[in-house]
């Protein structure tokens, strides 16, 4: 099976190289493809001389991250598509194989990938009280919001992207609803930018859009109620102003 | 002609109207993903043939009907997909292969897959803007072939129009059109004064030349 690992991103001069290099030494690994959500700098030149295919961004809506991973599942050529952020400092190629092995072994659709720290704010106090509620076998997954994942490329066609930050856990519980197999694991430490403090608010409401959203799709919930739930959780309290942010 | 449109959002609802237009006995095929976007665009383009397709079973379509399309213009809401297209298009021979860009960053990318005929959406807006807020120079418009174009300097003094008289007269390839702040139009620059724009058309080379030593004197 051949893999594509898709990076999306926006500048990240600093990053590309290296992330590039360290995705094309993994096995099975044919092509790298970087999403630019319309970078000032250097990225897309960078990736390009590294031998990554490039796109920018449909639209640069902003947060756009959904609309990157569409646009490259949309450009990918391999079976199964790996995306990982460009800016994980200790990457290696295992990030990308442990994350592809389940699906090449046939064992799994859909990998999701968890690291070793403590699940985020976003994750604990929006995200995993939805899930509870509305998809109770989903809350299993230590980091439902977690980016580096791994996917039948087929399976991507079959959902439709969260444009936002709630693309992820979108993909979740749309591929679950697919009927596709799903599979935590475990990449080890992951060391990266953590996201601005100002960027977790909207990313829970973004978050908790994507669920309710599908819960009122899936007829578990009544529109009403969710858009009061929403309401609420703008006015979440994420701890902002005590010290470093992440989801 | 024989035209497929893939795509029908946006840009696919214009180009489907505008192709009807241009050639109204034409056979026009548009391909869509979904079949609940397939049903309404049937309704909404009842002159065309509107196709379900898979995203991965396009390039194989393109493939089994090369011999008779005459043009495929990739509109889709992805540029990636728009990208796939017009790649599949180049290999199978397609005489016209036209993208339809939803983010026109993208424009060189498609250059360099070989893609010529690249439609921006966007491109309106520079321009536009630029007249409006009395931009010196700006260029309005190039054919998409290449070697001619439209574009238009902000005359503000008598040394500038002397300079760029001497430069257009006796210039075969260069029209000129002037139309003053009050909106009247002189057709020779012979005849035209300060303070008013001049559009020049002509020669893609002959213009830049001419944009490049008007800008340096703007300087």
């Known amino acids: 099976m051949k893999v594509s690992v898709i990076f999306p991103t926006k500048n990240r001069e600093h990053h590309v190289k290296r992330a590039v290099r360290t995705a094309f030494k993994a096995k099975g690994v044919e092509e790298v493809i970087v999403v630019d959500g319309g970078s000032r700098d250097r990225t897309l030149e960078i990736a390009e001389r590294e031998g990554a295919r490039v796109i920018v961004q449909s639209d640069l809506v902003y947060p756009g991250k959904g609309v990157a991973m569409r ?67 989903l809350a299993r997954f230590k980091q439902p919001l977690s980016g580096e994942i791994a996917g039948l490329r087929k399976l991507f066609y079959m959902v439709e992207f969260e444009r936002g930050w709630g693309v992820d856990v979108g993909l979740l519980i749309d591929l679950h609803k697919l009927g596709a197999r799903i599979v935590e694991r475990d990449i080890g430490y992951k060391d990266h930018d953590m996201k601005p403090l100002h960027a977790l608010t909207d990313m829970a409401y973004e978050v908790a859009g994507a669920i309710l959203r599908r819960a009122i799709r899936d007829r578990k919930t009544d529109p009403e109620w969710a858009e009061r739930y929403l309401r609420g959780v703008r006015a979440i309290d994420l701890g902002l102003e005590s010290g470093r942010g992440y989801a | ?79 990636s997909l728009n990208l796939r297209y017009c790649k599949a298009a180049r290999e199978n021979a397609i005489p016209l292969i036209i993208a339809i860009l939803n983010n026109p960053m ?51 003094n008598e040394d500038e129009l002397r300079k760029l008289r001497r430069k257009l007269r006796g210039s075969d390839d260069v029209s000129a059109l002037l139309v003053s702040t009050s909106g009247e139009i002189k057709s020779s620059i012979e005849e035209a004064d300060m303070r008013g724009r001049l559009y020049l058309m002509g020669s893609e080379e002959k213009l830049k030349k001419i944009l490049d030593s008007f800008r340096r004197r703007k300087k």
């Open chain 1, 71 to 137: 646009d490259g599942a949309y450009l990918a050529e391999g079976d199964v598509l790996v995306y990982l952020d460009i800016d994980i400092r200790n990457m290696t190629p295992e990030f990308v194989e442990k994350l592809a092995e389940p699906i090449i072994r046939g064992e799994a659709d859909f990998v999701k990938g968890c690291f070793e720290r403590a699940a985020g704010r976003v994750t604990e106090l929006v995200a995993k009280p939805l899930l509870r509620m509305f998809y109770p076998e």
């Open chain 2, 1 to 79: 002609m024989r035209v497929l449109l893939i795509g029908g959002g946006h840009s696919a609802y214009f180009a489907a109207n505008s192709i009807k237009e241009i050639d109204p006995d034409g056979k026009l095929i548009i391909i869509e993903f979904t079949s609940e976007k397939v049903e309404v665009l049937s309704k909404t383009f009842p002159f065309a043939e509107v196709v379900q397709q898979e995203i991965d079973g396009v390039e194989s379509y393109i493939r089994s009907n090369a011999s008779i399309l005459d043009a495929v213009i990739a509109a889709t809401e992805s540029d």
């Open chain 2, 106 to 156: 993208n424009k060189e990318i498609f250059l360099k897959e070989g893609v010529r005929y690249i439609i921006n959406p966007y491109g309106i807006i520079p321009v536009e803007l630029s007249e409006i807020l009395g931009s010196a120079t700006n260029i309005i418009y190039k054919i998409p072939s290449g070697s001619v174009m439209m574009a238009s300097l902000k005359v503000e």
